[in-house]
């Protein structure tokens, strides 16, 4: 249900910033996830302009230099 993208962050990077793709996207596909409607609602609420029209919650992270990093930051706001 949660699937991983990299991609080139435009934040710090020093001399890789435009060859390394250290930006994680993380989509939670919602809609597939079987949630009660109440929950949905809460999550929609939640994530606002995260989510799309289809259920899922696209959050992306470009804070940090690493991908690791950027991606505990992503499952964190998840």
């Known amino acids: ?14 001399q890789n910033v435009n060859k ?3 930006a994680v996207q993380l989509r939670y596909r919602a809609a597939e996830a079987a949630l ?4 949905m609602r ?3 609420t939640l994530a606002g302009r ?14 940090h230099r690493t991908r690791e ?3 505990e930051d992503a499952l964190e706001r998840l």
């Open 36 to 39: 009660p409607e109440r929950v």
């Open 20 to 22: 390394l793709e250290t």
């Open 50 to 63: 995260r989510m799309t029209k289809e259920g899922v919650v696209v959050i992306t992270a470009q804070r």
């Open 42 to 44: 809460r999550l929609a």
């Open 69 to 71: 990093r950027n991606r």
């Open 1 to 14: 249900l949660v699937e991983e993208d990299f991609l080139r962050a435009s934040g710090p990077g020093g």
